[in-house]
């Protein structure tokens, strides 16, 4: 049976137009799906936008446009976003979709049944930007640390979620799945908050307008998180045959920040709901510009339409898989991806491209046992990809096309006219063009087409055809 592959990215909030660490975390995840999609795994690849948030509806009233249209704006240019970034994604939830609400409602309810939930009074900090209750030992300087604003002193009736009763569980199924919070910093991290009891969770709002009503109870509001955790399985329409077939999600991709929410609050839901948890909550760092996180919230914004407009796509997915490591903060900046595309992709690649299809073109191809492919590091680029440590799987496809590149200059088929030595190339860029297509999938799939070959990882054992090559366009025009 075909192996199926469920991946997530966080939903966003649609308060502002999407910043660069929105396709960042887009494109890591796509580069994984993509990956999947190689291994002709039946892949489901969800994304979306977190559209009950309260700081969406303040950015409404700010912008003096009313909730539902300023939200509806604003999910468009994500939606667009997706298309830009050239995203495989299968679907795309919004949070204000009915589909979502009625499983939302569901979930509460059988929480509730379960005995989980209780109505109290709460008093406490709410941080918006976090959309989340803080404590005074969360705070610097009376400040939420992640989003420099004084949190709201919130007093309200509140119903509330037993989180404290699930501790020792999640704690024993974090320790018996080493894999299920990646990278392992981020795992100890978890481990060692949990040390301390866990308060129960506030989950609704009697003061709040927006959001989805509490099934028993409609002078309350769903708490944001409760409700923006369930798009996981909404999305595949929970409890359908759909939801059986993809769940458990193979991987949430998420950004640090939002860590306890999905190792810990999430779990914690799902336990109490019986359904099986995730297998991998795979938390990345964030994009900073001058070491300062990108966000809307701190004002320093680069927009990745306007990127992809300047270097195209492929160039702007290829430099963040290769330039950021996903476990780890990496800076942004303009001339690195500028040096990396010159000197990567239209130097490096697009000239072996474009030199061996010319060749091969006029002399042909005859086939011969390619033994240059033995230089390519395969399975250790298997493994780096399991690992989700794309930067190096990446090094490894680029150092097997210095090999390649250095084998035209010692073996001059222009002037040999070989055609066993062009055959060996073409097969070998065949290679690196599959390897290549979860990140640059638009010059891959001209690659593809100008030497005749499928993209499919168990193509790249399976000898090249020998049939006609042909010269193509210029892949990558060096950026001056
Ligand atoms: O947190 N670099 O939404 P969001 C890398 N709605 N990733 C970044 C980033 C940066 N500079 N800034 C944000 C939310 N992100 C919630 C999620 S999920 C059920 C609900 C990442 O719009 C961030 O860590 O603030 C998160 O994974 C995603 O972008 C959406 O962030």
Redesign the pocket.
Known sequence: MMAKFYIT?????VNAAP????A??KILADAIARWHRLLEEDVFFLTGT?EN?QKNVKAAKEAGIPVKKFIDKNTKTFIELCKKLNLSNDDFIRTTETRHAVVVQQIFKTIQDKGDIYKADYEGLYCTGC?AFLTEKDLVDEKCPEHCKKPEILKEESYFFKLGKYREKIIEHIKKNPGFIEPTSRRNEILERLKEPLKDLSVSRCTIEWGIPCPTDASHRIYV?ID??V??ISGIDYPSEKFKKYWPADVHI?????NW??SVIWPALLLSAGIKLPKKVFV?????VNGQ???KSLGNVIDPIFLIEKYGTDALRYFLMRDIPSATDGDFSEIALKERFNNELANKLGNLVSRVSALAEKYGIKKTENKLLDKLKLKKIEELMEKIEIDKALDEIFAFIDVCNQYVQDKKPWETQDSRVLYELADSIKAVAILLWPFIPEACEKIAEQFGFELKFSEIKKPIKESKIKKGEILFQKIK
């Open positions: 990215t966080a939903i966003d909030y910043h660069l660490g929105h960042y975390e977190d948030a959309e998180w923006a955790l798009n996981y998420i950004g640090k920040g939002i929410f999905h990345h760092g964030y994009l900073t996180k990108i966000s």
